[in-house]
């Protein structure tokens, strides 16, 4: 056992937590924020039963990403390009590349909007000088000190945590949204389902994932589980333990920005919102200037959370299919490729606003985009996690292998109703 290793051992649950817990945070980024106002204003409590039904599903596709990972010690992109056509790594990559750079353009303007609302000033530069924040972070951090950043950042969530204690819930009611399923035959009801779907199950969570299980691999000189799978058994239950953790946490944070959303806005007769700055504008009047400006100060620390794991996904994607270096402890000018597709993804995102796009309004739809996206990559990680030349013995066992059909299932069924809603609506 490396010096690594045995000190992890040591160490507490809460210090063992890592890459699982970091993917659940992103995954409440500031598109999500969002989606999830969007929700509870336009439905109130009636759609937070959705974000219980999706937890075993986003729990064990990113599960399945982690092992994808650590088993093979590559990420996604890489076992494509070793074990699949050509052809279906290209689509893979340009799907992701397609719905991150819409994702970053949202996140770094709701952060930007954010800061404008919190002290005046100018959005553009803001939402620009965000992207450079994140861009140099990235880049001059190792891996270690950049992954304790952000799990340090994961803390930014219980601003809505607190949110919610602010203004008065009816609980009896929330509770009843949350554990009764509610549904409504219309377009917009199908709409919000997909959206929810698209930002609980992102398709960059999943390159980000297998990717930082292999980064851990390599910071503690381990070797990939498929060539010690004899002593595989304990590291993936914590794996696994890691990637429940960080999904229930990043589930209960979304079912209190849609209680929150719910109590002030849907409450009060407001039942559409454009942005999540929108949403933390709205909730001033209704619930002071303490809701409002935690509110506001969350979509700035889960953007600073979320637009590195953006980019990085998109990096790890693109160096993995062209066969180049992709490390956040690489130097720079080892890996050019990898950090020259983190800078263009996170400038581009950040530039989006400045040329003209609005990319504030793409908030709600960017995780229309990701849920439509989602299913043809969870099909492609479920076809790797089923493949022996890749897992070697390690192949996903009946378990995860039906519950991760079913999600992927699920996936395409909400994007099928969400395409027939709009021809009949």
């Known amino acids: 056992m490396t010096k690594a290793k045995a000190a992890k051992e040591k160490r507490g649950f809460f210090a063992r ?137 994961t803390l930014s969530l219980f601003a809505y945590v607190a949110v919610v204690f602010v203004v008065k819930v009816p609980w009896v009611e929330a509770v009843r949204g949350t554990l009764i399923p509610h549904i409504e035959l219309t377009a917009g009801f199908a709409t919000a389902f997909v959206a929810i779907l698209g930002t609980t199950i992102s398709p960059y969570l999943f390159f980000w994932q297998a990717a930082q299980e292999v980064e851990e691999q390599r ?45 002030t806005l849907h409450a009060n007769g407001i039942t559409t919102i454009q942005t999540a700055a929108e949403a933390a504008q709205a909730l001033e009047p209704v619930a002071g200037r303490f809701a409002f400006a935690l509110f506001a100060i969350g979509i700035i620390g889960t953007g600073l959370l979320a637009v590195p794991v953006l980019a990085g996904s998109a990096a790890y994607a693109v160096s993995e299919m062209l066969g180049r270096p992709a490390s956040l402890d690489a130097k720079p000018l080892n890996a050019r490729l990898f950090y020259g597709t983190i800078a263009v993804t996170t400038l581009a995102g950040a530039l989006l606003q400045s040329i003209g796009v609005n990319p504030v309004r793409a908030l709600y739809w960017s995780a229309v985009i990701n849920g439509v996206l989602a299913a043809p990559l969870m099909v492609i990680m479920m076809l790797i996690v089923r493949n022996p030349r890749a897992m070697g013995k390690l192949t996903a066992g009946a378990r995860t292998t039906v519950l991760g059909w079913i999600a992927t299932a699920i996936m395409a069924a909400a994007t099928i109703i969400f395409f027939a809603s709009l021809v009949v609506g």
């Open 219 to 263: 910071r503690t000189h381990a070797k990939p589980l498929c060539v010690t799978p004899a002593t595989a058994g304990k590291q993936m239950a914590e794996q696994r333990q890691d990637t429940l953790v960080g999904m229930a946490f990043s589930n209960v944070v979304a079912i209190f920005i849609v209680f929150a959303a719910a109590t």
């Open 17 to 153: 937590l890592g890459p699982g817990v970091i993917t659940g945070a992103a995954d409440d980024d500031p598109s999500g924020i969002g989606t999830y106002s969007q929700v509870g204003a336009q439905f109130g409590y009636g759609l937070s039963w959705s974000l219980l039904f999706s937890l075993p599903f986003m729990t064990v596709i990113q599960d399945v990403s982690a092992q994808i990972g650590s088993v093979t010690g590559r990420g996604i992109a890489a076992n494509l390009r070793r074990h699949y056509p050509r052809a279906v790594l290209w689509m893979a990559v340009v799907l992701l590349m397609f719905a991150n750079v819409i994702n970053l353009g949202a996140d770094l303007s709701a952060m930007g909007a954010a800061m404008e609302l919190l002290i005046g000033g100018p959005i553009v530069a803001y939402t620009i000088g965000f992207g450079i924040i994140c861009l140099l972070l990235e880049i001059f951090l190792s891996y270690e000190r950049y992954a304790a950043v952000l799990k340090f950042a």
